[in-house]
């Protein structure tokens, strides 16, 4: 395969042969770069529709408590649950291990002032893992971390609303606020993309609220993000044992509907996933499509060729060419040619799809179009072996048919 | 050099089967010349063809340089007629994407010599039928006699032990069909073993030994007084 004169002699056809060689290439990078096209474009409305749905976090469990509706263990109905730091301790303890980050949360309405300028906001107890499970981004200074959670500081985040109400142009960091006659300092501003009123928000550390506001250990709720490897089983699954567990310590009778709450985007993760997997399926189908057309595209093409060439083929043989040196000189060929024309295909599709970017984002829902180097080369290769396999197989007969009607063929 | 016994050949055409060898015998010597002449369907290209080694017999026995030529598969096929057997055809065959040059080398580029080698031989072989000058041109560009001359040069190259033609003069004209036999009649005097298909008289004439075949077998085989082409 790899002796030079072979080669020689393939290239020599090659290059008396322009057009066969044209059409045959043509055929074989037009099908790669429209399959890559396709499989980018479709990438892209995927990626589009990933940013759409996974602008709130849907590996978040919301968990807060309420009122029983059945006694229990010597317990009356209508007890009120309430969550608080032990809780915390102990779910962190027991469920580490699917655990991503862990927050509670206390919310108190109060009024907020900066020099002449005040409002009313929603005040936050949080925790540092609050900034992913919010998705809230900095955009200046810090977040809240765990010294401050620790020794109950006075230090605020504030959302970009609340900074642009209070402090217009003037940089905040550093800066002082008045609320519940106490100052706070600013530490960082963040942003969300949830809309106006996730970022008319204020966070505190959870530490300093209980302390400072109503001196207790309890807090609202606790916001548990989960792996999202454990994927929608998993996460049904943990959900049940977080009830089970809690239910078990706050003792609440396991059939009481009411008393604890957990709620969880699983259901809606699922769904999304779903559709997401659909969409997956249809980029996938009309790949396959499109390489099988470009497959039967080149299949029909070296029939074609070696049609043409059954005298060529006799000719050979009256002056001593075997049938398998015959059947190797047209699969070197057209491996050959696809190999190049693929590889011509692949590249212009790569630099068309990276060079479209975001352009087609507003108009056509299509974000970043990729498509990923492995499949396509997958791709190329799936053309060059179906493509050797469709010259193959008239090679093989046209290199058996007996040399003197080959001669005769017209 | 060739001995054939009681050679059948039959053709399947449908239903029917069209026997065209019906029990040849035929033995030639090294060196001769021969005409084998007959009209057409008398089974003399079918019989070049088994001689060949472009097509199977049915039965009997063939005999080429003592090596017994029965059903073999096509790459022995291959290889013997690459090593035993030079063809020029009626319609020349020419590769017509291939120079003249190039085709000549087309045999030996299958006998595996170096590129050196091929185009050094090729080229002398060339010269010998009087063609060196238009080796590098394609086949649509030289006449019907110059095609059939890089024939004979192709059929030559891999100095084989017989030389055959299928009409080699049926597409020329008189003059050129003359000059073709004469460059015939000078490898032949170079000792080489030929056999001339041919359906005219005067070509026949040109050879040393005439072979008539009608329907299938050999109704007279002399030998004459050799005319001079040229």
């Given amino acids: 395969m790899f002796h030079l004169d072979r080669w020689s002699e393939i290239f020599e056809t090659i290059k008396s042969n322009k057009l066969r060689t044209f059409l045959a290439g043509f055929t074989v990078a037009l099908g790669i770069l429209i399959f890559v096209v396709l499989f980018g474009l479709g990438n892209g409305l995927q990626n589009t529709f990933d940013e759409y749905f996974t602008d709130t976090k849907f590996n978040n469990i919301y968990i807060s408590g309420g009122r029983t509706s059945k006694p229990f263990a010597g317990y009356e109905s209508n007890r009120l649950i309430e969550l608080d730091n032990d809780d915390l301790q102990d779910i962190s303890e027991k469920f580490n291990f699917f655990i991503d980050g862990l927050t509670p949360r206390i919310s108190i309405s109060g009024e907020v002032g900066y020099k002449l300028k005040s409002n009313n906001y929603t005040i936050s107890g949080v925790g540092p893992s609050n900034q992913d499970s919010e998705m809230n981004v900095l955009m200046f200074g810090r977040y809240i971390n765990e010294l401050d959670v620790l020794n109950n500081e006075k230090n605020i985040v504030l959302g970009r609303l609340v900074k ?12 002082y606020v008045s609320g519940g006659g106490r100052s706070w300092k600013v530490i960082g501003v963040f942003q969300d993309d949830g809309g106006d009123n996730e970022e008319r928000v204020i ?26 490897s454990i994927g929608f089983d998993g996460a049904i699954e943990l959900e049940k044992k977080l009830k089970g567990f809690l239910k078990n310590k706050k003792k609440i009778d396991p059939s009481d509907p009411r008393g604890l709450r957990l709620r969880s985007a699983a259901q809606d993760l699922k769904n999304n996933q779903d559709f997401s997997m659909a969409l997956n399926y249809i980029i996938i189908f009309v790949g396959i499509g499109t390489l099988l057309a470009g497959i039967i595209g080149i299949s029909n093409i070296m029939v074609f060729v070696i049609k043409e060439r059954t005298k060529e083929f006799g000719i050979r043989k009256a002056v001593g060419a075997t049938p398998s040196s015959i059947v190797w000189m047209v699969l070197q060929e057209s491996i050959f040619i696809t190999t190049i024309s693929g590889y011509i295909g692949l590249f212009i599709g790569v630099v068309f799809l990276s060079s479209l970017g975001d ?8 974000t970043d179009p ?5 499949t396509a080369i997958l791709a190329t290769i799936m053309l060059i072996i179906f493509g050797a396999i469709a010259g193959y197989i008239p090679a093989k007969r046209a290199a058996k048919i007996k040399p003197i009607i080959a001669l005769n063929d017209k | 050099m060739i001995k054939i016994k009681n050679l059948h050949k039959s053709y399947k055409m449908g239903k029917n089967s069209l026997h065209v060898l019906k029990g040849l015998d035929l033995e030639i010597q090294e060196g001769e010349l021969v005409a084998i002449m007959g009209s057409s369907g008398s089974g003399k290209s079918t019989l070049l063809n088994i001689i060949g080694m472009l097509d199977n017999h049915d039965h009997g026995t063939y005999e080429l340089d003592k090596v017994i030529i029965e059903k073999m598969d096509e ?19 020419l590769i017509n994407y291939k120079n003249a040059l190039e085709n000549v080398i087309l045999p030996l580029y299958y006998q595996g010599l170096t590129k050196k080698m091929r185009e050094e031989k090729a080229l002398k072989y060339l010269d010998d039928v009087g063609l060196k000058q238009w080796a590098s041109h394609l086949p649509n560009e030289l006449s019907g006699g110059q095609k059939q001359r890089v024939a004979i040069a192709r059929a030559m190259v891999s100095e084989p ?4 033609a299928d009409e080699p003069t049926g597409a020329l004209d008189s003059n050129t069909s003359k000059e073709v036999m004469n460059l015939i009649q000078k490898i032949n005097g170079a000792g080489k073993t030929i056999l001339v298909v041919t359906h005219e008289h005067d070509i026949s004439q040109m050879c040393s030994r005439v072979v008539k075949l009608k329907d299938g077998v050999i109704v007279e085989d002399k030998k004459i007084n050799q005319k001079k082409a040229l």
Avoid: H
């Fill in chain 1, 359 to 366: 352009t087609l984002k507003k108009e056509f829902y299509i």
């Fill in chain 1, 164 to 175: 642009q109400d209070l402090f217009g142009e003037e940089d905040p960091i550093g800066k």
């Fill in chain 1, 203 to 228: 966070y505190t550390p959870y530490t300093t609220l209980q302390k400072i506001l109503k001196n207790t250990d309890k807090v609202n709720s606790i916001i548990l993000s989960y792996k999202p």
């Fill in chain 2, 161 to 164: 032990k017989v030389l055959l």
């Fill in chain 1, 370 to 374: 990729y498509v990923d180097l492995n």
């Fill in chain 2, 75 to 93: 790459t022995k096929a291959a290889k013997y007629r690459n090593k035993f057997l030079g063809f020029v055809f009626q319609s020349f065959n």
